[in-house]
């Protein structure tokens, strides 16, 4: 069906109602440019950082490399000959230590071995110390100047670095070891990296790359501690490994973070400078919530509209399901407008209409064989009902012949499923031709039939024993398939009674029977006994009546 009004399709409704929504998007990103915005800040804010951490990182480095050509200068002019001398060295360093007191810890002199031999201001522990232990010794005997890795001092318990040069003879051999130590934190030395603030809530980090170790922070509780195991903060393993610059990156802590690396000149050393990211964009995270705001408007604007629209729609749907749930007939549905949800409900009305048409066909399906188009085990047992209840009325009699194919099974397995089922229909085709007019002939199985026979005159056994030779002289007959000859036997187990006995009873009885008439040699009929139809449904006892109908044989090709 067309749509004849434009303004009554649900789809320009929403079109319209979509493009305002479009348009109200567009001004706000056109005003706000989030996107735009936290890059460029986030840019900004770690382009600063990266001028902060090399700022920090070249102060740091002319500090570190200040005591080292002052250590340096001081080893030019040790005299070798007092190495021996404790008293002359002691003043010696004691009057070099006071002029010019770059060490806060002071200054110390050992031999080659890396024993201290004395030491200015005098330390409890340093003597006991053996420079050999640090991984740098040798380089400081083979003539070079070493910044030794930070460590605990052993007097104090804080975060120090030492220096260590040779000092030669006048022919250039290294007869002793000049060094100094002073805290990371000692006024004049790294102590502005502990006042310096990156925002409320940054931090600026002196990291030593070999140990993973933060030798000294704007955060007096991460100095001297370890950086997160590898793998929690990736941007800091890059910048580990040799990486320098800016990023942002999610930390250990969850955190995102704009994080600057600068290198410490004349030191493996790095500085890091660290902020969160939410803390260098406030001005994005204002105007993110003005847009939430306005998204929440949007939203209820959606709901308004989809409550508006969609009336119709869920009333039918309410009347639909109520009508499933049986509490209304099935009927059409109202039709309010002429849109979308009206063809809808038209539409539904239809399938309404072609439900009711199929109902039948449905309920033949439901109580039909899907192969052989007989009765299936539901519409047996309601005739059986019907057919007891008949013969306690007319004082007649009931018979159930329970028919298992012979030989059924090889040709199955044999020829396969198709050509099996076609033995089915072949089958079907007969013992149609075999009942009676107002006999039940039922598929309760894959190779079982069942024949419900009514009105049965005294003796009852007389009547069913006939269409059992019938049905076992029909089966017998050969069957062509592929152009060969293959036949078939059936075994039968009659079971009958006056109609006082129940459905179920009669049932078992005949399938006892049937089982009987396998043992028996198959290829035959056994009537169950009155009283296994009647009162028990197990036959326990010799069949009363049994025949031996064997056709030519069964099964044989």
Same mark, same amino acid.
């Given at each position: 069906?067309?749509?004849?009004?434009?303004? $009554?399709s649900l789809v320009t409704r929403l079109v319209?109602?979509?493009?305002?929504?479009?348009?109200?998007?567009?001004?706000?990103?056109?005003?706000?440019?989030?996107?735009?915005?936290?890059?460029?800040?986030?840019?900004?804010?770690?382009?600063?950082?990266?001028i902060i951490a090399s700022y920090l990182a070249?102060?740091?480095?002319?500090?570190?490399?200040?005591?080292?050509?002052?250590?340096?200068?001081?080893?030019?002019?040790?005299?070798?000959?007092?190495?021996? *001398?404790?008293?002359?060295?002691?003043? %010696?360093?004691?009057?070099?230590?006071?002029?010019?007191?770059?060490?806060?810890?002071?200054?110390?002199?050992?031999?080659?071995?890396?024993?201290?031999?004395?030491?200015?201001?005098?330390?409890?522990?340093?003597?006991?110390?053996?420079?050999? *232990?640090?991984? *740098?010794?040798?380089?400081?005997?083979?003539?070079? /100047?070493?910044?030794c890795p930070p460590l605990l001092s052993p007097?104090?318990?804080?975060?120090?670095?030492?220096?260590?040069?040779?000092?030669?003879?006048?022919?250039?051999?290294?007869?002793?070891?000049?060094?100094?130590? /002073?805290?990371?934190?000692?006024?004049?030395?790294?102590?502005?990296? &502990?006042?310096?603030?990156?925002?409320?809530?940054?931090?600026?980090?002196?990291?030593?790359?070999?140990?993973?170790?933060?030798?000294?922070?704007? @955060?007096?509780? +991460?100095?001297?501690?370890?950086? #997160?195991?590898?793998?929690? @903060?990736? =941007?800091?393993?890059?910048?580990?490994?040799?990486?320098? !610059?800016?990023?942002?990156?999610?930390?250990?802590?969850?955190?995102?973070?704009?994080?600057?690396?600068?290198?410490?000149?004349?030191?493996? %050393?790095?500085?890091?400078?660290?902020? #969160?990211?939410?803390?260098?964009?406030?001005?994005?995270?204002?105007?993110?919530?003005?847009?939430?705001?306005?998204?929440?408007?949007?939203?209820?604007?959606?709901?308004?509209?989809?409550? %508006?629209?969609?009336?119709?729609?869920?009333?039918?749907?309410?009347?639909?399901?109520?009508?499933?749930?049986?509490?209304?007939?099935?009927?059409? +549905?109202?039709? @309010?407008?002429?849109?979308?949800?009206?063809?809808?409900?038209?539409?539904?009305?239809?399938?309404?209409?072609?439900?009711?048409?199929? &109902?039948?066909?449905?309920?033949?399906?439901?109580?039909?064989?899907?192969?052989? !188009? =007989?009765?299936?085990?539901?519409?047996?047992?309601?005739?059986?009902?019907?057919?007891?209840?008949?013969? $306690?009325?007319?004082?007649?009699?009931?018979?159930?012949?329970?028919?298992? +194919?012979?030989?059924?099974?090889?040709?199955?397995?044999?020829?396969?499923?198709?050509?099996?089922?076609?033995?089915?229909?072949?089958?079907?085709?007969?013992?149609?031709?075999?009942?009676?007019?107002?006999?039940?002939?039922?598929?309760?199985?894959? @190779?079982?039939?069942?024949?419900?026979?009514? *009105?049965?005159?005294?003796?009852?056994?007389?009547?069913?024993?006939? =269409?059992?030779?019938?049905?076992?002289?029909?089966?017998?007959?050969?069957?062509?398939?592929?152009?060969?000859?293959?036949? =078939?036997?059936?075994?039968?187990?009659?079971?009958?009674?006056?109609?006082? $006995?129940?459905?179920?009873?009669?049932?078992?009885?005949?399938?006892?029977?049937?089982?009987?008439?396998?043992?028996?040699?198959?290829? $035959?009929?056994?009537?169950?006994?009155?009283?296994?139809?009647?009162?028990?449904?197990?036959?326990?006892?010799?069949?009363?009546?049994?025949?031996?109908?064997?056709?030519?044989?069964?099964?044989?090709?």
């Open positions: 069906m067309k749509i004849k009004r434009f303004d $009554c319209l109602f979509g493009l305002m929504l479009i348009g109200i998007s567009a001004v706000l990103r056109y005003h706000f440019l989030i996107g735009f915005l936290e890059k460029e800040q986030a840019q900004v804010a770690a382009d600063q950082q990266s070249q102060d740091i480095g002319y500090r570190v490399q200040e005591r080292v050509r002052y250590l340096e200068r001081l080893a030019l002019h040790l005299p070798a000959a007092r190495l021996e *001398d404790g008293s002359a060295m002691q003043a %010696w360093l004691r009057e070099h230590q006071e002029l010019q007191p770059l060490f806060a810890q002071g200054m110390f002199v050992a031999n080659v071995n890396g024993q201290i031999l004395v030491d200015y201001p005098t330390l409890n522990g340093r003597r006991a110390l053996s420079l050999a *232990d640090y991984p *740098d010794f040798k380089r400081v005997l083979q003539g070079a /100047t070493v910044i007097a104090t318990g804080r975060p120090i670095m030492a220096v260590l040069t040779p000092v030669r003879e006048a022919d250039g051999r290294v007869v002793g070891i000049l060094g100094g130590s /002073t805290e990371l934190t000692a006024a004049g030395f790294l102590d502005h990296l &502990q006042r310096a603030q990156l925002g409320p809530t940054g931090s600026f980090l002196l990291i030593s790359p070999e140990q993973r170790m933060i030798v000294a922070s704007s @955060d007096e509780a +991460l100095v001297y501690t370890r950086l #997160p195991a590898a793998g929690q @903060d990736l =941007l800091m393993d890059q910048a580990l490994q040799g990486f320098r !610059g800016n990023g942002v990156g999610l930390a250990a802590n969850g955190v995102n973070e704009i994080k600057a690396f600068a290198s410490v000149p004349g030191t493996s %050393w790095l500085v890091a400078a660290t902020l #969160p990211l939410a803390a260098a964009l406030p001005t994005v995270e204002r105007t993110r919530a003005l847009i939430a705001r306005g998204g929440l408007i949007q939203a209820a604007m959606v709901v308004l509209a989809y409550l %508006w629209f969609f009336r119709p729609l869920r009333r039918a749907a309410a009347l639909a399901d109520r009508m499933t749930r049986g509490e209304l007939p099935l009927s059409p +549905l109202p039709v @309010d407008r002429r849109d979308e949800v009206g063809q809808l409900t038209m539409a539904f009305n239809g399938l309404l209409a072609r439900l009711k048409l199929h &109902q039948a066909e449905l309920q033949h399906q439901a109580h039909h064989d899907v192969l052989t !188009g =007989l009765p299936n085990r539901m519409m047996l047992a309601e005739r059986m009902q019907a057919a007891l209840t008949h013969a $306690c009325r007319e004082r007649n009699g009931v018979g159930l012949l329970f028919l298992d +194919l012979d030989g059924f099974k090889p040709i199955n397995d044999t020829l396969g499923h198709k050509a099996g089922d076609q033995v089915l229909q072949e089958i079907t085709r007969r013992l149609r031709q075999v009942a009676r007019h107002g006999d039940t002939l039922a598929r309760v199985g894959g @190779d079982e039939f069942v024949l419900l026979v009514t *009105d049965l005159r005294l003796p009852f056994e007389q009547g069913a024993q006939a =269409l059992a030779e019938k049905c076992i002289k029909t089966v017998s007959e050969p069957i062509y398939l592929d152009q060969r000859q293959y036949r =078939l036997g059936v075994s039968v187990g009659i079971a009958v009674c006056d109609g006082s $006995c129940d459905a179920d009873s009669l049932l078992q009885a005949a399938d006892q029977a049937m089982y009987a008439a396998k043992a028996n040699g198959r290829g $035959c009929y056994v009537i169950a006994p009155a009283r296994a139809a009647s009162h028990n449904p197990a036959i326990s006892a010799p069949a009363e009546t049994a025949g031996t109908t064997h056709p030519e044989g069964s099964a044989h090709s």
